[in-house]
T-cell receptor, first 113, second 114 residues
Framework: QKEVEQNSGPLSVPEGAIASLNCTYSDRGSQSFFWYRQYSGKSPELIMFIYSNGDKEDGRFTAQLNKASQYVSLLIRDSQPSDSATYLCAVNPNSGGYQKVTFGTGTKLQVIP | GAGVSQTPSNKVTEKGKYVELRCDPISGHTALYWYRQSLGQGPEFLIYFQGTGAADDSGLPNDRFFAVRPEGSVSTLKIQRTERGDSAVYLC????????????FGEGSRLTVL
């Protein structure tokens, strides 16, 4: 079982719709969860992090965490063509007291104008 | 510099050759990571430095791979006897410290082994 699993997509949504990206993780003791966005040919950039169960909102982005289900998601409201990218879910198992961040394979999002 | 700097941006080499990839992290960032990313995959952890020492090298695939960070700033990833399977983008990231979750990535070094 992979440590962090994501559907590779592509996920296609029309402009203005809500895009929902999902991720599951295997280590029940994981403490920190991150969403990175990666445009084609570019390096990943952090867009959201969440540490506690529930929702965390930042502008058009909402991260949701359910530790009991080992599930984290990212919602993008009012999707724009500029949101088209690969979204990487990343998890810190928090072992050893440092941030060994493990990434999923990413979900490719296409926002159709 | 303002961001994480990686050189070279592109490297083409022949099978069996030796390669060095360099990473200059953001000033003041004590934590430094190397990841490898193949097409269609997420970044794969290779090694983590806190200061000068390799705190976790569990992701290095075999003994052909080695990394150093002698003065706690610039790091070099060294690959001996390169193989075609080593072709990938090698990403370096830095963060403020071990308790910081935000990784700042460089633009990567694309390695192609012919």
């Amino acid at each position: 079982q992979k440590e962090v699993e994501q559907n590779s997509g592509p996920l296609s949504v029309p402009e203005g719709a809500i895009a929902s990206l999902n991720c599951t993780y295997s280590d029940r003791g994981s403490q920190s969860f991150f969403w990175y966005r990666q445009y084609s040919g570019k390096s990943p950039e952090l867009i959201m992090f969440i540490y506690s169960n529930g929702d965390k909102e930042d502008g058009r982005f909402t991260a949701q965490l359910n530790k009991a289900s080992q599930y984290v998601s990212l919602l993008i409201r009012d999707s724009q063509p500029s949101d088209s990218a690969t979204y990487l879910c990343a998890v810190n198992p928090n072992s050893g007291g440092y941030q060994k961040v493990t990434f999923g394979t990413g979900t490719k999002l296409q926002v159709i104008p | 510099g303002a961001g994480v700097s990686q050189t070279p941006s592109n490297k083409v080499t022949e099978k069996g050759k030796y390669v060095e990839l360099r990473c200059d992290p953001i000033s003041g960032h004590t934590a430094l990571y190397w990841y490898r990313q193949s097409l269609g995959q997420g970044p794969e952890f290779l090694i983590y430095f806190q200061g000068t020492g390799a705190a976790d090298d569990s992701g290095l695939p075999n003994d052909r791979f080695f990394a150093v960070r002698p003065e706690g700033s610039v790091s070099t990833l060294k690959i001996q006897r390169t193989e075609r399977g080593d072709s990938a983008v090698y990403l370096c990231a830095s963060s403020l410290g071990p308790s910081s979750g935000e990784l700042f990535f460089g633009e990567g070094s694309r390695l192609t082994v012919l």
